[in-house]
């Protein structure tokens, strides 16, 4: 049960390589054998690979759509 929460607490950390080498190989170990630990961290790991990437994408028509809606409303 300790490690399961954790697992849960430190997941984050986990993922941006922040635990030292017992902490990370103690969540190793229980996401090795908590299917829900292993879950809940692997859709962690998507969601801030998918936030990682909006980073990366240009909008310069956001900006430019924006004001021209705003332009036109009375």
Do not use: N, W
């Not at 809940?40 to 998507?46: D, F, K, M, N, S």
């Amino acid at each position: 049960m300790l490690d399961h929460r954790f697992t849960r607490a430190h997941a984050s950390d986990y993922l941006d390589g922040e635990l030292d080498p017992a902490e990370r190989q103690r969540v190793e170990r229980h996401t090795s054998v908590c299917p829900k630990c292993r879950q809940a961290l692997e859709a962690l790991r998507r969601t801030l690979t998918a936030l990682r990437g909006l980073r990366s994408e240009r909008r310069d028509d956001l900006a430019a759509g924006v004001i021209d809606h705003l332009r036109r409303v009375p």
